[in-house]
């Protein structure tokens, strides 16, 4: 049997079992006859009075997390600026004998003692 057959085998035999039951004909006004169902009730929303319980717990770690982030991204701006200014610029490191005679060979000079 494919795939296709199978699958139409399937869809009959839930089609005759859907149609011959008399629950799925039932009317939804007959659940709710006089009334809205209570999902659809908006009245439970506005009717509740809400105190102040205080902060979220949730609310209270994310403002410390997140203080503490911002706390260290300007410090670090602030030493890198500090840095920057008082401190003298790096110097380069010494080039070796050996880089500067390849070098000169690259650029077609003789070297000198050879």
């Keep these: 049997m494919s795939c296709g057959a199978y699958y139409k085998a399937a ?11 008399p629950v799925f ?10 009334h809205v169902p209570p999902s659809f ?3 439970q929303f506005g ?5 102040a319980q205080g ?3 949730g609310l209270i ?4 997390v997140g203080g503490l982030l911002i706390t ?8 890198y600026m500090y840095a920057q200014k008082t401190l003298p610029p790096r110097k380069k490191k010494p080039v070796s004998k050996k880089k500067l005679k390849r070098e000169k060979l690259k650029q077609g ?6």
């Design 11 to 21: 869809r009959t035999r839930f089609l005759q079992t859907y149609l011959s039951n």
């Design 61 to 64: 770690v994310l403002l410390v």
């Design 25 to 34: 004909y039932r009317s939804v006004e007959s659940d709710f006859p006089d």
């Design 109 to 114: 000079v003789s070297v000198p003692g050879e």
């Design 72 to 79: 260290f991204l300007v410090g670090n701006y602030v030493l």
């Design 55 to 57: 902060f979220n717990p």
């Design 47 to 51: 009717a509740k009075d809400v105190e």
């Design 41 to 43: 009730d908006r009245s």
